[in-house]
């Protein structure tokens, strides 16, 4: 008897020691507190084995949980660190010679190989905080001596995801976690966040027009960060592209509306703070990136998924008109006559605004800004949406194109086969039952129609087609909307499918990234020479779009204009070549539901 209870202490204290090493490795504590855990369960199995192995349970009881506790005090005091994340990952890097900007005088770093120079954390605004939170972007403001920006500034405030949330996300959707003591750390967040970030090739000097790509990430309009290793700035600096990524204010940070707002403000706009900050940064990077060596006259804005989003609305806002020439658009976009997402009335805009403000306890905006920035990010209200304004967006957007008024004389745009995939993998309970009805949220009345080009027999066949369809409407349908404006003005158009699977996000939302920017983590074994391939094509084609409006280039398969003919699209597969593209019955459905919208 005493042997099989030894045996059960055994494998319950393995289960027990497993357990809390995975949840300290998934909480990043720092290796000291695993040195100190292994001290403390060692002893732990050491009294039990000489000292309590006979005693009464009571006590065992008693030694467990004093167990817990003393590895709970443990965790916490060797919690990860909160730190802002270096411009290059070699450690002491060579600091980069004097840049003159408006504000002052600054410094970068060199990568470790010297080729490219990353100015990081360069203030492009006043900080939004205080008597600013919620008011238009300021000039930031000079500064005396020479700045060092060598890191990367906090991401903009927003809910920070579980750990369990982003180890899984690691897991399922790159398949590359790796057990490492280099990540046990904290990524820093503030309101104060407006800075935005430069790679350069080593060696440029004013004078030496280089052309400019300004990007804006992606997260919904309520999370994300300007420094994402997947749009890291390096390798198109090393082909001879100025790359320049921006922090913007999120959530309800960047786009919540009041009346009172609006009122307070000399321009009566609210609801838009995040765009504006983006114009902002646009405007300093016209002012400041010739000392840099770019060419004021040829910035191509680039995005993907709400910074997608957001590069449409600088299409059509009056503020961005001049500021940039060209555009790079991946999988999303407001030009549907009703956007799907990231876009919403102005009267939507002021209800939600007054639900934060009766969440908040607040009657006025003076009490607004003194509640917490940790506060304001438990509102159970959705803040992740542009609206017009009557100031950066004056209409709907679609309004803006069909008048021809848009700012952007070329675009690259296109979609991935899987998007809404990684939002619905957990909530799409269609059956063959219900999938006409579940048709309805996308294309209202035209969902008997939609469900006869897209039968279901089967629940199998009705959560496939659902998964694609929801896909279609989110993101791919506003592409199709925006090449079919640009085309109707002559203006060059070029639109891609991303259909190349791999090991990591594969075709799902947001897989095309590392590889339209040359940041393949070949060491993975995620990759192999085919995605290399497909990677560095990319790269070419949105390098010499950002040189000359024309992705195309000797050697680099033939990229075929929209404007020649709308049925035919660029598929990036194992094979990159021109398609019939598969939606183009399935998009003038969609357009008779939208004209329904606005009769």
């Not at 167990?67 to 965790?75: D, I, K, R, S, W």
């Not at 003159?100 to 203030?123: C, F, H, M, R, W």
């Not at 957990?426 to 294309?443: G, H, I, P, R």
Request: include cysteine; glycine fraction near 8%; hydrophobic fraction near 35%.
């Amino acid at each position: 008897m005493k042997k099989k209870r030894s045996i059960g202490f055994v494998i319950g204290f393995v289960l027990f020691t497993l357990i809390y090493f995975l949840l300290i490795e998934i909480y990043k504590i720092t290796i000291g507190g695993w040195i100190v855990a292994a001290g403390i369960l060692i002893c732990y199995f050491l009294l039990h084995q000489f000292k309590l192995r006979d005693k009464k349970w009571y006590l065992k009881f008693l030694s467990w949980i004093s167990l817990a506790a003393l590895l709970f005090a443990n965790a916490k005091l060797f919690w990860p660190p909160t730190i802002q994340i270096p411009a290059v990952a070699n450690k002491e890097p060579e600091v980069t010679g004097v840049i003159s900007v408006e504000q002052g005088q600054l410094t970068g770093v060199y990568n470790e190989d010297k080729s490219v120079a990353v100015y990081a954390g360069i203030p492009y605004a006043k900080p939004p905080v205080g008597e600013l939170r919620w008011k238009e972007p300021q000039p930031a403001d000079k500064w005396d001596g020479v700045k060092a920006c060598d890191t990367f500034a906090p991401m903009s405030m927003q809910s920070p995801n579980s750990p369990i949330y982003s180890v899984g996300s690691q897991i399922i959707g790159y398949h590359n976690y790796k057990f490492t003591f280099e990540d046990n750390y904290n990524e820093a967040a503030s309101e104060d966040s407006l800075y935005l970030n430069v790679w350069t090739p080593a060696g440029v000097k004013p004078g030496d027009n280089l052309p400019v790509i300004v990007y804006y990430h992606g997260g919904s309009l309520t999370t994300g960060q300007p420094y994402y290793q997947d749009y890291n700035g390096e390798t198109f600096a090393e082909n001879g592209v100025i790359f320049i990524t921006v922090g913007y204010r999120l959530g309800v940070f960047g786009y919540l509306a009041t009346e009172e707002l609006a009122e307070e403000s000399p321009n009566h706009t609210t609801g838009n703070y995040g765009l504006l900050d983006q114009i902002e940064a646009l405007k300093w990077v016209n002012e400041n990136v010739a000392n840099f060596g770019g060419d004021v006259s040829n910035i191509t804005i680039a995005g993907e998924s709400a910074g997608s989003s957001s590069v449409n609305a600088l299409c059509v806002s009056p503020l961005a008109k001049g500021l940039f020439k060209n555009v790079i658009a991946e999988s999303s976009g407001i030009t549907p006559k009703v956007p799907y997402h990231t876009f919403r009335t102005y009267d939507k805009a002021i209800s939600t605004g007054k639900e934060v403000m009766e969440e908040m306890g607040c009657d006025n905006m003076a009490q607004m800004r003194e509640v917490p920035a940790e506060k304001l990010l438990q509102t159970k209200t959705n803040n992740g949406s542009m609206t017009v304004d009557g100031y950066a967006i004056t209409e709907q957007p679609y309004l803006t194109y069909e008048k021809g008024e848009n700012n952007e004389q070329a675009l690259l745009n296109g979609y991935n086969a899987d998007e809404a995939y990684v939002f619905m993998m957990f909530d799409n309970n269609s059956t063959a039952d219900t999938y006409v009805e579940d048709l309805k949220e996308m294309v209202g009345d035209y969902n008997k129609e939609l469900a006869e080009m897209y039968p279901a027999d089967t629940d199998d066949e009705a959560k496939a087609n659902l998964y694609e369809l929801y896909g279609v409407a989110w993101f791919t349908y506003s592409h199709h909307t925006w090449s079919e404006y640009m085309a109707k003005e002559n203006r060059d158009v070029y639109l891609y499918y991303f259909n190349k699977d791999n090991g990591g996000l594969g075709v799902w939302h947001s897989g095309e990234i590392p590889y339209a920017y040359g940041n393949l983590d070949l060491s993975s074994g995620n990759y192999d020479d085919v995605d290399e391939y497909v990677s560095d094509t990319m790269v070419a084609y949105w390098t010499n779009f950002a040189k000359t409006g024309n992705p195309n280039a000797s050697g680099l398969p033939k990229w075929e204009r929209y404007n020649d003919d709308p049925t035919q699209i660029l598929e990036f597969a194992d094979d990159i070549k021109m398609i019939d593209n598969k939606y183009t019955k399935t998009f003038e459905l969609f357009d008779k539901y939208m004209d329904s919208l606005v009769k």
